[in-house]
């Protein structure tokens, strides 16, 4: 893990660029994709070259840093550009809440500040750099409190890929397998490769391949069958915005796993940092739910591969709700059982950053 | 459906040959494959052109009369080469019992029998035709059994193809759904894609879609999610081999749907015709699941979505338990509740073909 490419990083300084890895172009190609518009950071996010929840957040910060830099004039004028970029980058989408919380750190980030010019374009910098830093080592944080969650000689089921391309560090629910893995752990890792775009077969597989862990790739319908076979004693997902009573929004088939989980007896666990809690929401039933392209289902594979005009529903988040959860593993802690009371006392508590 | 094109058939008389279509080609080309020699029959199998438990059974009769027609000698001779032949076919896939039955049934035509030559290949012919005549009433009695099942005014979800594609008819679990909608029946269905080799989104919506019924295609992920929502009211399937006590195999994936039906308190149904029922067998532990190549998972549709190298897990089948299951649908009327009593009995009962 520690010598993964970066999936994000700004290169130079204030004058600097964005550059991810293209991760439409993976398994087959690591290709590197620079953005030096905040325009190039937009279609990056909508078109999934970078995904993932946090990794979406320091892409947005990144992104006013590039859609700010370039404007000129007093505090007015700044705070109304910004405000535009800040809309403009919220519209990419909607249901990773990371998002909205980068959005509101670089707007805070102006608020607390009189800065105009290169002093507040190093502000805002700053403040992404900081963001991913943190990232990072919430990434770490959350390996460690899960680790002690695998088992030693079993298996683990992941869905779509909440890993190292998914954060600024080495991941959310891979993060606890790396870390688990550093530790002597060993364990089976089962990767359903979630449909429509195959984050699971494409890059949870390649990152834990690259990192050394055994990994098979399942289809998503398989899932229910290596759970009867007593091949999974742990699920544990990712997640895009979680409620303030743990309802918790992660990609389309997130909720069919847990109820299978439920079903089978194997206890189901969420991986986020507290930046993906949106404590507004009092239950899942307000998280916005992205309803993407068609075509996505129909052409999946490069050939059409269903008919002409037919009807398509594909929703690309589902909602887990909180009893079907064990427990939420965070930088600050594992939160169990789940529910708000939990939840807001445990992200009330400090994170020490090592 | 009554314009369907058909799914097999044999042209000419004695001499003839089959022809099946290519449903590998389908939804994008409705090409037709003719096969003249008992190898090209046992590939089409191997290779899912021809497919669905109760095809597999009337292509399987029809290449044993391709494979015997060209044998002389006496009935020892014969009876080598039916043996020969019967072995072979038998190899092609291990996992529909409709496949065995259909090859028992051509083997007692020769036990019944003391022809040789023309006499018995005309024998084998009238056989392999009576199956597929049989097999198309089956499917309008099941259709009939079933109907009154669906619910007016609400959503069915399936999985993979278990109708016109899947027999010599109009099908099994969609029969239901045609004779449902010929009877004034509305109701929307849900088509899970069904990876890996993508039945539900090539092969059922499009025989929906020639038989104008409104469907909607789902990645297998989903299915949770609709069921979650509401529009959902009945779950049917096919089947490829039903044990003594009514544990289902079919389509890989099944028996996460039948979990998650429980789960939302949503009626599961199996139909199949009475050739699907294998009572040797006590339970579906017996039933033997066939295991197929990675690359319909890593290669699905062209390209490579799977790093090189990693690990896959692709059973063809799963097995769901007779408690998940709420009756299932058979041309002798629909077992219900399941368990091994009634369904001797249902089995037991007249089939009166109409």
């Keep these: 893990v520690k010598d993964f490419p ?9 004058d600097g660029f964005v550059r991810l890895i293209d991760q439409t172009q993976l398994p087959g190609a690591l ?3 620079d953005c030096h518009e905040v325009e190039e950071v937009w279609e990056a996010i909508r078109t999934l070259r970078v995904r993932g ?3 979406i957040g320091i892409a947005a910060a990144m992104g006013v840093v590039l859609g700010v830099r370039t404007a000129g004039g007093d505090r007015a004028a700044l705070d109304r550009k910004l405000e535009e970029v800040i809309s403009y980058l919220a519209t990419s989408r909607p249901t990773a809440v990371n998002l909205f919380w980068a959005l509101g750190r670089m707007r805070n980030c102006f608020e607390r500040s009189a800065l105009v010019g290169e002093p507040l374009q190093d502000c805002f910098l700053h403040e992404a750099l900081a963001i991913q830093e943190e990232d990072q080592q919430m990434c770490r944080a959350i ?7 695998i ?3 079993g298996g683990v089921l992941t869905h779509c890929n909440a890993g190292a391309l998914a954060t600024g560090g080495i991941g959310t629910a891979l993060a606890v397998l790396y870390v688990a893995a550093e530790q002597g752990r060993r364990f089976l890792v089962f990767a359903d490769e979630t449909r429509p775009l195959l984050q699971g077969a494409r890059l ?4 834990l391949q690259q990192a050394g862990l055994d990994v098979t790739v399942l289809c998503d319908g398989t899932a229910a069958q290596v759970m009867k076979e007593g ?3 742990l699920v544990l997902v990712g997640a895009d915005r979680i409620a303030a009573n743990g309802d918790t929004a992660n990609k389309i088939g997130t909720y069919g796993v847990a109820v299978l989980a439920r079903a089978h007896d194997i206890p189901f666990y969420v991986a986020a940092p507290s930046s993906t809690f949106d404590l507004r929401l009092s239950t899942g039933d307000q998280i916005p739910i992205e309803q993407r392209d068609a075509r996505e289902v129909t052409h999946g594979f490069g050939r059409q591969t269903a008919p002409v005009g037919v009807a398509v529903y594909n929703p690309a988040f589902d909602v887990t709700p909180h009893h079907f959860i064990t427990g939420i593993i965070t930088e600050r802690g594992v939160v ?3 529910n708000e009371g939990a939840i807001r006392t445990r992200l009330a508590t400090a994170f020490s950053q090592s």
Tied chains: 1, 2.
């Design 231 to 233: 091949r999974v004693q």
């Design 53 to 55: 929840a946090p990794a």
């Design 151 to 153: 088992p030693d000689g």
């Design 204 to 207: 949870t597989t390649w990152e």
């Design 6 to 14: 970066r999936t994000i990083e700004w290169v130079g300084g204030r």
């Design 143 to 149: 390996g460690e409190a899960g680790a002690p969650l």
């Design 31 to 33: 290709h590197y994709r």
């Design 336 to 338: 169990r059982p789940v």
